[in-house]
Nanobody, 119 residues
Framework: QVQLVESGGGLVQPGGSLRLSCAAS????????MGWYRQAPGKQRELVAH???????NYADSVKGRFTISRDNAKNTVFLQMNSLKPEDTAVYYC?????????????WGQGTQVTISS
């Protein structure tokens, strides 16, 4: 069984910064991709940023230039550095990973961490 555990959410003022972390644990043979999605109240879940094992990175247009995704392959951990935060970044942020475990390839999600941008 693979588990993803997120940390780092919270309340911050507009213009502030937060750093999210997500660690994958369990029986993991390899991880192809890790990333972050978010879901605001009344909206669909959307991709924020995505990074592959080969360091190919994609960002949502709304976060380009403000957010940076990175990955520590040795620790099966992905990070999201969020700067210049805006109220519209308020959402529950979910970690995602495509993992090869004992049952083959699968998609896994974290439990979500709340990010609130407000003055």
């Amino acid at each position: 069984q693979v588990q993803l555990v997120e940390s780092g959410g919270g309340l911050v003022q507009p213009g502030g910064s937060l750093r999210l972390s997500c660690a994958a644990s369990g029986t993991i043979f390899s991880i192809y991709a890790m990333g972050w999605y978010r879901q605001a109240p009344g909206k669909q879940r959307e991709l924020v940023a995505h990074i592959t094992s080969g360091q190919t990175i994609n960002y949502a247009d709304s976060v380009k230039g403000r957010f940076t995704i990175s990955r520590d392959n040795a620790k099966n951990t992905v990070f999201l550095q969020m700067n210049s935060l805006k109220p519209e970044d308020t959402a529950v942020y979910y970690c995602y990973a495509r993992v090869r475990g004992t049952t083959g390839w699968g998609d896994y999600w974290g439990q979500g961490t709340q990010v609130t941008i407000s003055s």
